[in-house]
């Protein structure tokens, strides 16, 4: 039997297991860096298939392995994250949340459920792997300085480096069944702003005797999209938004200071160390030409993605050879980020899209909000694509 109908067969078996493996992490959800009943339900059904791993970095991650590292032989790593977010879910579904407060609003539960679903394809066909893969259950990717980057720091391949890491999202925009790819820039770097005016209180009735730090915070606002249209090149995406405005005075009572948080985004690393410079100095200066000051602090977070342009376009050809050409689409870029770009910048890398839109089944809310959800036929397509995809870069690489 083929490779590609082996693997479709497995995927087919394994999936209903796979889908209360997905339920089971759905509605037990754990906030960023406290992923500890995750990673104790992980290191179980990792135990169950008998697949060895290695636990603790960042205290929740897991590396699985499945091959043998050989000399001349190609090392592979697939990677999913495990974080879910502080939003209260909505949906009636029997899989709902039961952690008060704490949802997969952004599909990790789907990221996780596909990686071990794959582990159990390739698991069956271990024998025929041309290599070691590394499976990379990852902590804390929606919160700097990312899980990623600090798993990174402690080493995780232990005898072997990466020549490829794959890693998957799903997308409620595109249709389950559906992947998506694009080489080259994919995603934006993230940043954090945090802005402190200061200046002088008092009543609102009397401007002439206060330093209005509201006021002043309002031209900040203002001033600081000019980084944008005056600045940026216009052929560069950049995204500056403040989203935090604490104003905490009355209607006749002017605060002594206001704080602010924002995000910046971009797609050149360049530019964005530029911006950097640009937004304190116009800040600083402006607060203090209106006889305030500001506090201004940039936590520079996640690098702008890359996928290689080679590697990505062979996943390409491979997933259209395992889905069919009409089900591998072409991808925008996006300005969201990822903190899977600290492995891109390390290693060639594929970070791809699932689909799992379902209007059908009314699944289609964005990632993030209260009421997403996933269609689970999904689950099928994306730990076959992504068993596919690592079975044939290996052999491809051997």
């Known amino acids: 039997m083929e490779p590609k109908e082996r693997i479709s067969r497995l995927s087919e078996k394994f999936f209903s297991d796979i889908r209360e493996v997905r339920r089971h992490l759905h509605q037990h959800p754990e906030l960023s860096f406290a992923e500890n009943q995750t990673t104790d339900f992980i290191a179980l059904q990792l135990e169950k298939l008998g697949v060895s791993y290695r636990r603790g970095f960042v205290k929740t991650g897991i590396v699985a392995t499945l091959g043998k590292s050989q000399p001349g ?19 009636a579904v029997p899989y709902r949340s039961v952690n008060q407060g704490v949802m997969h609003a952004c599909g990790h539960d789907m990221h996780m459920s596909v990686l071990l679903g794959c582990i159990r394809i390739l698991k069956e066909m271990e024998e025929e792997l041309k290599g070691k893969i590394y499976f990379i259950f990852q902590p804390g990717e929606e919160l700097l300085p990312g899980g990623a980057k600090l798993m990174l720091e402690e080493n995780i391949f232990d005898d072997a480096q ?31 702003l945090y802005l402190t005016v200061k200046g002088k209180g008092g009543h609102g009735a009397m401007p002439q005797d206060i330093v209005d730090p509201v006021l002043i915070a309002s031209h900040i606002v203002v001033a600081l999209q000019q980084i944008i249209s005056r600045k940026a090149n216009p052929t560069m995406p950049s995204v500056l938004t ?27 690393e ?6 950097h410079n640009m937004m ?32 990505t376009l062979k996943a390409s050809e491979l997933a259209a050879q395992y889905l069919g050409r009409q089900n591998v689409t072409e991808l925008d870029i996006r300005m969201t980020s990822e903190d ?27 990632l993030h909000s209260a009421t997403f959800d996933a269609d689970e036929n999904a689950l099928q397509t994306g730990m076959g694509t992504m068993a596919y995809l690592a079975y044939s870069i290996l052999r491809s690489m051997s």
């Open 73 to 91: 032989k190609p090392c592979i790593a697939l990677r999913a994250d495990m974080d879910a977010l502080p939003i209260e879910e909505k949906n």
């Open 162 to 192: 990466p020549m490829a890491v794959l890693g998957l999202h799903v997308l409620p925009s595109l249709e389950s069944g559906k992947t998506g790819f694009r080489p080259g820039i994919y995603m934006a770097s993230t940043d954090e």
């Open 270 to 275: 360049t530019w964005r160390a530029s911006a």
């Open 242 to 268: 403040i989203g935090k405005f604490i104003a905490n005075g009355a209607t006749n009572v002017v605060p002594d200071e206001v704080k602010m948080e924002g995000t910046f985004r971009t797609l050149d």
């Open 340 to 366: 899977f770009a600290y492995f891109s910048e390390r290693y060639p890398s594929v970070f791809f899209r699932l689909g799992v839109k379902n209007e059908e089944k009314h699944i289609t809310s964005a």
């Open 280 to 311: 304190k100095k116009m800040v600083e200066n402006l607060a203090e030409s209106m006889g305030g000051s500001c506090e201004f602090i940039i936590k520079k977070g996640y690098p702008v993605l890359k996928n290689d342009p080679s590697l």
